[in-house]
């Protein structure tokens, strides 16, 4: 049981560029989301879903995508890097949306936009 | 005003001291309630859920004011190995997790 999984751990992007960040999990989850963590911002929420197929938007979701096709995997894309954007990701599930629950977290993915 | 809110810190203290950290929050909406723990470029991970009655968990103890929506964790003879920054999160049912900036805490030998 490998709970939430991150890759890559460290990315560094130039200006312009797209990619993916993964996270998967193997907990059978049904809610995921996505946070940014910026020194002195806290987390702030970027997308989040409820189940495969239906995603929402967050505080902070300019400039990223989801899609939630399975239970296990829900990717991040940005979509065009900006210098803005180098923060660190988190990943994280729980069992449901609903009161007391207990999300748990990836490892992160330190990214940095030059 | 931000929706969740903590004592900025960071607390440093010595080893034994009990230390307590405030949150406020300003959706009387509100659900349920946790403090999480992130060591330094980790995961957050949870601390305790926080309820009405309130609730102890060996050396902390979370308290939870409705009416003044404010939520405390105390933590008695702290250790070297509390050091970590504590968040105070929020949760109104059907919505994601909002999270405080955190509060640092410093425990010294």
């Known amino acids: 049981n490998a709970g939430v999984t991150q890759t890559p751990k460290f990315q560094v992007l130039k200006t312009g560029q797209s990619m993916t960040l993964q996270c998967a999990q193997d907990?059978?989850?049904?809610?995921m989301s996505w946070y940014r963590q910026d020194p002195g911002m806290g987390l702030r929420l970027i997308h989040y879903?409820?189940?495969?197929?239906?995603?929402d938007q967050g505080e902070v979701p300019n400039g990223y995508n989801v899609s939630r096709s399975t239970t296990e995997d829900f990717p991040l894309r940005l979509l065009s890097a900006a210098p803005s954007q180098t923060s660190v990701y988190f990943c994280a599930s729980s069992k449901t949306s609903g009161t007391y629950y207990e999300q748990y977290f990836g490892p992160g993915t330190r990214l940095t936009v030059t | 005003r931000k929706e969740v809110e903590q004592d900025p810190g960071p607390f440093n203290v010595p080893e034994g001291a009990t230390v307590a950290f405030n949150c406020t929050y300003s959706?009387?909406?509100?659900?349920?309630f946790f403090w999480y723990r992130q060591d330094c470029r980790k995961e957050p991970k949870l601390l305790m859920s926080?309820?009405?009655s309130g609730n102890e968990d060996g050396r902390f103890t979370a308290q939870l004011n409705r009416a003044s929506q404010y939520i405390s964790l105390l933590i008695r003879d702290s250790k070297l190995s509390d050091s970590a920054t504590y968040l105070c999160v929020v949760n109104q049912a059907g919505t994601a997790l909002i999270f405080g900036k955190g509060t640092t805490l410093s425990v010294s030998s």
């Open positions: 879903s409820v189940g495969a197929g239906i995603t």
């Open positions: 907990m059978n989850h049904e809610y």
């Open positions: 959706n009387s909406a509100s659900q349920s």
């Open positions: 926080v309820y009405s």
